[in-house]
């Protein structure tokens, strides 16, 4: 099952959910509706479900929303049921679920604004001396964090406890201004969304699976979202598709010898009217940025990336500019400017 944000096709193409192995899928599957959280509708499989005609009975309720005065559907909540419900059906075999939570994404609504991250309660920040903004941010995430317990305490609820896997994280890092700015939510690391500086790729990342991971314990193992496909499929006893880049880290999980990757590689220069990519192998990691020199950053000494170290370490560079070129693979489908 999936449910929640999907942006890797519309409808009437190969790429919605449905077509991509989903027996079942609830949410949007446009980036830009996503950006909406009272829409008029979402979808359920191939079909458009009006939240008009949507009920929920229990303690979550109906939700206004501050459009014209029509009832609403705060979709976050509408996702934590379904997830809720397919756990619940799923129950007797075993079961997968995507639940991509939006919040706390931005909505549509003008930057600056406290809208821009609306949210039905600013509960329990109501009385804090904040700006409204940074209440209504605070409050999607808590919202967030109620429900994935809401999610545990039904997994426990079944007695799926013990044989349910949970991973947890998030697909970039904080996005830049405010309320960011006022939680210092990227700490020491620099940049944020849409960045190659660790502030915009460095993510959390929680597992949870009880009688295999040893509980309260971390793991400094640097894994990538293209290590969860063969991740899973390992979990599952099936063997990854042939010539991909990503490594199964379930060794990590159980606390046993991991094979760590030579190197990793992002490009954000589809998108983007400057060309920026990023590189890592061991503890350095390459940045490039358009036309500009590439920068070199000691990422365990220096986190922060603070210090460009390009000038002292020739070789490094020269080595992190040819895996580069290695990494890049031009295709008509993804066309790539030159480094």
């Not at 079942?24 to 980036?31: F, H, P, R, S």
């Not at 349910?164 to 904080?174: A, M, Q, Y």
């Not at 990538?224 to 979990?235: G, K, R, S, Y």
């Not at 990757?261 to 358009?290: C, M, N, P, Q, S």
Request: hydrophobic content about 35%; overall charge negative.
């Amino acid at each position: 099952g999936g449910i929640g944000k999907w942006a890797l096709g519309n409808p009437g193409s190969w790429g919605t959910p449905n077509c991509q192995g989903f027996d079942y899928w609830y949410g949007y599957l446009d980036q830009n509706h996503a950006h909406c959280y009272y829409p008029d509708y979402l979808w359920e499989n191939d079909e458009i479900r009006n939240l008009e005609e949507v009920v929920i009975v229990d303690e979550v309720g109906k939700l206004v929303g501050n459009r014209g005065g029509e009832n609403r559907y705060y979709t976050h909540d509408l996702f934590t049921e379904k997830a809720l419900k397919f756990i619940e059906q799923s129950r007797e075999k075993p079961f997968f679920l995507y639940l991509a939570y939006t919040v706390p994404h931005y909505s549509d609504y003008p930057a600056g604004t406290p809208e821009h991250f609306i949210v039905p309660s600013d509960q329990p920040y109501t009385n804090e001396d904040w700006p409204q903004i940074a209440k209504n941010y605070a409050a999607m995430i808590t919202r967030m964090d109620r429900d994935v317990g809401r999610i545990m305490d039904l997994t426990k609820k079944l007695k799926l406890d013990s044989s349910t896997v949970i991973l947890f994280t998030s697909d970039n890092g904080p996005y830049e201004g405010a309320p960011i700015d006022f939680f210092g939510s990227s700490g020491k690391l620099r940049g944020c969304k849409r960045d190659l500086y660790e502030g915009g790729i460095r993510v959390p990342f929680i597992a949870r699976w009880p009688g295999v991971i040893e509980p309260n314990t971390t793991n400094e193992h640097i894994l990538a979202f293209w290590d969860v496909l063969p991740t899973l499929a390992e979990m599952a006893g099936l063997k990854p598709p042939a010539n991909i880049d990503g490594l199964s880290f379930l060794p990590a999980l159980k606390g046993q010898k991991q094979k760590e990757h030579e190197y990793l590689f992002w490009d954000y220069g589809h998108a983007r009217k400057t060309y920026i990519a990023a590189l890592r192998t061991g503890e350095w990691k390459g940045v490039k940025i358009g036309t500009s020199p590439m920068e070199l950053y000691n990422l365990e000494k220096d986190p922060a990336e603070a210090v460009n170290l390009a000038q002292d370490h020739p070789e490094i560079l020269r080595r992190i500019e040819s895996l580069m070129k290695k990494a890049r693979s031009q295709t008509d489908d993804y066309p790539m400017r030159e480094l």
